[in-house]
């Protein structure tokens, strides 16, 4: 047989070889086509003829089975969004505090008004940026 033949025979060789070792991976559930589905168990205690041998509450799982973990709850819309702040000890106390201008508010010791304080409407927000009554 010449360096050809010999050739030849090597590639036949590893075909068949890499197809015979493909056939088993198949076999075994590792094939690269399909995924793979994990195994669970709910195998149930059965009772020990004996009574004096103890049996376990759940059997553990060998080595060729898989424990699928539970599926993790769906989120919510209302899990994304940032929680708002408790209210300002300043706001629930004083709901109903108005300020006819920024002097009357600068004199009251406010000055200068957020955006949500009490007190705090866009007519004293010269810019509307959320600061009313600032420093001139």
Excluded: F, K, W
């Amino acid at each position: 047989m010449g360096l050809l033949g010999r050739i030849v025979a090597a590639v036949v060789a590893v075909a068949v070889g890499l197809l015979v070792l493909g056939a088993i991976l198949s076999s075994c559930g590792h094939g690269a086509d399909e995924p793979q589905a994990p195994v669970t168990t709910s195998a149930s205690p059965t009772p020990s003829p004996s009574l004096s041998s103890p049996t376990p509450a759940e059997p553990s799982p060998s080595l060729s089975e898989s424990v699928t973990p539970p599926p993790r709850p769906a989120e919510t819309a209302t899990e994304t969004e940032a929680p708002e702040p408790p209210p300002s000890p300043e706001s629930s106390a004083a709901p109903d505090v108005y300020y006819e201008n920024c002097a009357e508010a600068r004199a009251a010791g406010a000055a200068p008004l957020i955006a949500g304080e009490p007190g705090y409407r866009p007519e004293l927000d010269r810019n509307l940026d959320g600061v009313a009554c600032e420093s001139p």
